[in-house]
């Protein structure tokens, strides 16, 4: 059967007791969507409900002769491979491999089944449901329960087609988002809606539900091979694997690059892979004659580089995409809540972005593969490997290598110091007392636009504290804690923005730097690996240097910036921010929340097009397009209609 690569949407209502699910459940949900494009199956205890996104007929529940039920939203890895250790046939789908390989090996060892994908799974006879995210994947899995009945789906917007789901937004948890920061993983922007994040599982039955890890990273394990090259050579193979993986069931692929070590990384392994078959990718640039200019330690524009990439690499099509028009997923972000039922955080963003998606549409790729989360893999800085050396006991080393970044880098030594070395070495009580003496204000502060004592009121830093998030975001940490931290908690909160494109654009985003087996290499080797010869993102710069990458992109200092265009575009939207914030002031919650009236001062003064202060890039291109965002959300989320 050919595989779709998994846009594929799940819902399933579970009955644990006597009480049976509620006629609105079947009559205004499952049959409806049965006889429309969906496959279900459904009683008065158990219904289950799977529907392709991208239309057409997509497999239905797996149901074996013992009742059991396997719903699956994904693909496998490697998965003709796996159908010969079933015993199965490579034309099946994989719901029906998944299912066989849970029947084979249990659920206890789901985290054996590579591949990317959300499943549930029934068991009539012990009364207990199953649901799972695998390790890494990119789906996430959201639920409900009010006694003993349990409701599920794939998005929150399918959760709340459920007539029995209430939509109540959870103060707390939504200035969590808000701010970046994460918390509790498992809680979403809505009171009693949960979601299970990559590498978790929940068990639930007619007593009780509980989390069970898949998988975690091991931080202690070490790995330690014979001599530079081998680790170059090893970290080639990993990255070749994770690229042929998320090529897998994608039948007109597309890829997102910049001009970056990560993309560039990317791109040759998929030419090598492609052969003779050209490899069709996507800039995002500024539009033509536009004058824009790139923060301090910046660039802003991608051309020159994905050029020399693409001269050293013949069957790699790299198509530039630019437009000053902003998306309608800015302009009206309703778009956005309706296909997740979640905030999305900073819709510009997703707009800036959606350039890129829009061109991929209507050339028909029905997956696009990107470098997301190669800062904290692959190209992974090595800021804190200084003091994790000094904690290793090789003081010298890490003093002596700090010395020739600096030097790399044209920054001073002993601002190099105090930041890679002091600041990550002090204890949390000292650092935190230090910040309080000098009257510093909270990191918090800078980040949102809050009314004055709203973050007090909903408990948000005794939140945080209590799930030791602070010294994650207020300064730097030792580098495995902060690499785990980024890839399992910050990655999953941002995991809607990518499913929101998918949604709207039909193109399934995948993270090829989110791969297990390339982080848990990472995690392992040498902290001098990501530093050597005196080079920040060392790992990255020799390997790409090993397969020819021009040094244009091998030896670039500085990074590129996103979106340098955000005055260009936010400009034309003023009026309608300015009509927002008056009818924000008629919603109780945000009119506590958000401060308008420093919202209004900051619309009142805004930038000139062409030279804003490179402060504002955050303050006004993220701050305050993330605060009205958040306001368009709890206002749609309250029922408004716009």
Same mark, same amino acid.
Request: charged content about 25%; hydrophobic content about 40%; proline content about 6%.
């Given at each position: 059967?050919?595989?779709?690569?998994?846009?594929?949407?799940?819902?399933?209502?579970?009955?644990?007791?006597?009480?049976?699910?509620?006629?609105?459940?079947?009559?205004?949900?499952?049959?409806?969507?049965?006889?429309?494009?969906?496959?279900?199956?459904?009683?008065?205890?158990?219904?289950?409900?799977?529907?392709?996104?991208?239309?057409?007929?997509?497999? !239905?529940?797996?149901?074996? &002769?013992?009742?059991?039920v396997?719903?699956?939203?994904?693909?496998?890895?490697?998965?003709?491979?796996?159908a010969?250790?079933?015993?199965?046939?490579?034309?099946?789908?994989?719901?029906?491999?998944?299912?066989?390989?849970?029947?084979?090996h249990?659920?206890?060892?789901?985290? $054996?089944?590579? &591949?990317?994908?959300?499943?549930?799974?029934? /068991?009539?006879?012990?009364?207990?449901?199953?649901?799972?995210?695998?390790?890494?994947?990119?789906?996430?899995?959201?639920?409900?329960?009010?006694?003993?009945?349990?409701?599920?789906?794939?998005?929150?917007?399918?959760?709340?087609?459920?007539?029995?789901? !209430?939509?109540?937004?959870? !103060?707390?948890?939504?200035?969590?988002?808000?701010?970046?920061m994460?918390?509790?993983?498992?809680?979403?922007?809505?009171?009693?809606?949960?979601?299970?994040?990559?590498?978790?599982?929940?068990?639930?039955?007619? %007593?009780?539900?509980?989390?069970?890890?898949?998988?975690?990273?091991?931080?202690?394990?070490?790995?330690?091979?014979? %001599?530079?090259?081998?680790?170059?050579?090893?970290?080639?193979?990993?990255?070749?694997?994770?690229?042929?993986?998320?090529?897998?069931?994608?039948?007109?692929? =597309?890829?997102?690059?910049s001009g970056?070590?990560?993309?560039?990384?990317?791109?040759?392994?998929?030419?090598?892979?492609?052969? /003779?078959r050209?490899?069709?990718?996507?800039?995002?640039?500024?539009?033509?004659?536009?004058?824009?200019?790139?923060?301090?330690?910046?660039?802003g524009?991608?051309?020159?580089?994905?050029?020399?990439?693409?001269?050293?690499?013949?069957?790699?099509?790299?198509?530039?995409c630019?437009?000053l028009?902003?998306?309608?997923?800015?302009?009206?972000?309703?778009?956005?809540?309706?296909?997740?039922?979640?905030?999305c955080?900073?819709? %510009?963003?997703?707009?800036?972005?959606?350039?890129?998606?829009?061109?991929?549409?209507?050339?028909?790729?029905?997956?696009?593969?990107?470098?997301?989360?190669?800062?904290?893999?692959?190209?992974?800085?090595? %800021?804190?490997?200084?003091?994790? +050396?000094?904690?290793?006991?090789?003081?010298?080393?890490?003093?002596?290598?700090?010395?020739?970044?600096?030097?790399?880098?044209?920054?001073?030594?002993?601002?190099?110091?105090?930041?890679?070395?002091?600041?990550?070495?002090?204890?949390?009580?000292?650092?935190?007392?230090?910040?309080?003496?000098?009257?510093?204000?909270?990191?918090?502060?800078?980040?949102?636009l809050?009314?004055?004592?709203?973050?007090?009121?909903? &408990?948000?830093? $005794?939140?945080? =504290?209590?799930?030791?998030?602070q010294?994650?975001?207020e300064?730097?940490s030792?580098?495995?804690?902060?690499?785990?931290?980024?890839?399992?908690?910050?990655?999953?909160?941002?995991?809607?923005n990518?499913?929101?494109?998918?949604?709207?654009?039909?193109?399934?985003?995948?993270?090829?730097?989110?791969?297990? /087996?390339?982080?848990?290499?990472?995690?392992a080797?040498?902290? /001098?690996?990501?530093?050597? $010869?005196?080079?920040?993102?060392?790992?990255?710069?020799?390997?790409?240097?090993?397969?020819?990458? !021009?040094?244009?992109?091998?030896?670039?200092?500085?990074?590129?910036?996103?979106?340098?265009?955000?005055?260009?575009?936010?400009?034309?939207?003023?009026?309608?921010?300015?009509?927002?914030l008056?009818?924000?002031?008629?919603?109780?919650?945000?009119?506590?929340m958000?401060? +308008?009236p420093?919202?209004?001062?900051?619309?009142?003064?805004?930038?000139?097009?062409?030279?804003?202060?490179?402060?504002?890039?955050?303050?006004?291109?993220?701050?305050?397009?993330?605060?009205?965002?958040?306001?368009?959300?709890?206002?749609?989320?309250?029922?408004g209609?716009?």
């Amino acid at each position: 059967m050919k595989q779709n690569g998994g846009l594929t949407d799940l819902t399933g209502s579970v009955a644990f007791g006597t009480t049976p699910l509620s006629p609105g459940v079947t009559d205004r949900l499952y049959y409806p969507s049965r006889r429309n494009k969906g496959a279900a199956l459904s009683d008065d205890k158990a219904c289950f409900l799977s529907v392709p996104r991208s239309g057409g007929k997509g497999p !239905p529940p797996e149901y074996d &002769g013992a009742g059991r039920v396997t719903l699956f939203s994904g693909y496998l890895f490697d998965r003709e491979r796996l159908a010969r250790k079933l015993g199965g046939d490579h034309s099946w789908p994989d719901v029906r491999l998944a299912a066989a390989w849970i029947a084979h090996h249990g659920l206890d060892r789901l985290a $054996d089944l590579a &591949g990317d994908y959300a499943l549930s799974h029934w /068991d009539p006879g012990a009364r207990r449901l199953f649901l799972a995210v695998a390790p890494m994947g990119s789906r996430l899995l959201y639920w409900h329960r009010v006694g003993t009945i349990c409701h599920f789906a794939t998005t929150v917007a399918g959760l709340h087609r459920i007539p029995d789901i !209430p939509r109540v937004v959870d !103060p707390l948890h939504l200035t969590a988002r808000f701010s970046a920061m994460v918390g509790d993983p498992t809680r979403t922007v809505y009171k009693d809606i949960h979601q299970i994040v990559p590498g978790d599982m929940l068990v639930a039955d007619v %007593n009780a539900n509980r989390y069970v890890p898949l998988w975690r990273p091991d931080a202690e394990r070490r790995l330690r091979l014979a %001599n530079e090259r081998e680790y170059l050579e090893a970290a080639d193979e990993l990255l070749e694997r994770a690229v042929a993986r998320r090529l897998q069931a994608a039948h007109a692929p =597309a890829f997102l690059s910049s001009g970056g070590l990560d993309s560039a990384a990317m791109l040759t392994t998929a030419s090598r892979l492609a052969g /003779d078959r050209k490899v069709r990718s996507y800039t995002i640039v500024p539009s033509p004659g536009l004058c824009v200019t790139a923060d301090r330690g910046w660039y802003g524009d991608e051309r020159a580089k994905v050029a020399d990439l693409a001269a050293s690499h013949t069957n790699l099509d790299i198509r530039l995409c630019h437009s000053l028009v902003p998306s309608p997923l800015e302009t009206n972000p309703a778009h956005l809540f309706m296909a997740t039922g979640l905030p999305c955080m900073i819709a %510009n963003q997703i707009g800036w972005l959606d350039i890129a998606f829009q061109q991929m549409q209507q050339a028909g790729h029905d997956a696009v593969l990107s470098g997301q989360s190669g800062n904290f893999t692959f190209s992974y800085d090595g %800021n804190l490997c200084f003091a994790d +050396l000094i904690r290793e006991g090789r003081p010298l080393t890490a003093l002596r290598l700090l010395a020739q970044v600096a030097r790399y880098k044209q920054q001073g030594f002993a601002p190099m110091v105090r930041h890679r070395v002091v600041v990550p070495l002090l204890p949390d009580a000292f650092y935190y007392g230090q910040r309080r003496w000098r009257g510093r204000p909270h990191p918090l502060a800078d980040r949102t636009l809050t009314r004055p004592g709203w973050r007090e009121k909903v &408990g948000l830093d $005794d939140y945080l =504290a209590d799930h030791g998030e602070q010294p994650f975001q207020e300064r730097d940490s030792r580098s495995r804690q902060q690499i785990i931290h980024f890839m399992l908690k910050r990655r999953a909160m941002t995991l809607p923005n990518a499913h929101a494109l998918e949604t709207v654009r039909g193109t399934h985003y995948r993270d090829v730097y989110a791969d297990r /087996d390339l982080l848990e290499f990472i995690l392992a080797i040498p902290r /001098d690996q990501f530093i050597l $010869d005196g080079r920040n993102r060392s790992l990255a710069r020799r390997l790409l240097a090993m397969r020819g990458v !021009p040094d244009s992109i091998v030896n670039e200092r500085a990074i590129g910036q996103q979106r340098v265009d955000w005055n260009h575009r936010m400009t034309p939207q003023l009026e309608a921010y300015a009509a927002d914030l008056d009818s924000f002031s008629q919603d109780g919650l945000i009119a506590e929340m958000l401060d +308008l009236p420093k919202m209004r001062h900051m619309l009142a003064t805004w930038p000139k097009t062409d030279h804003p202060h490179e402060t504002m890039r955050l303050s006004h291109g993220f701050v305050f397009a993330n605060a009205m965002q958040m306001g368009r959300f709890v206002r749609w989320a309250n029922g408004g209609n716009q």
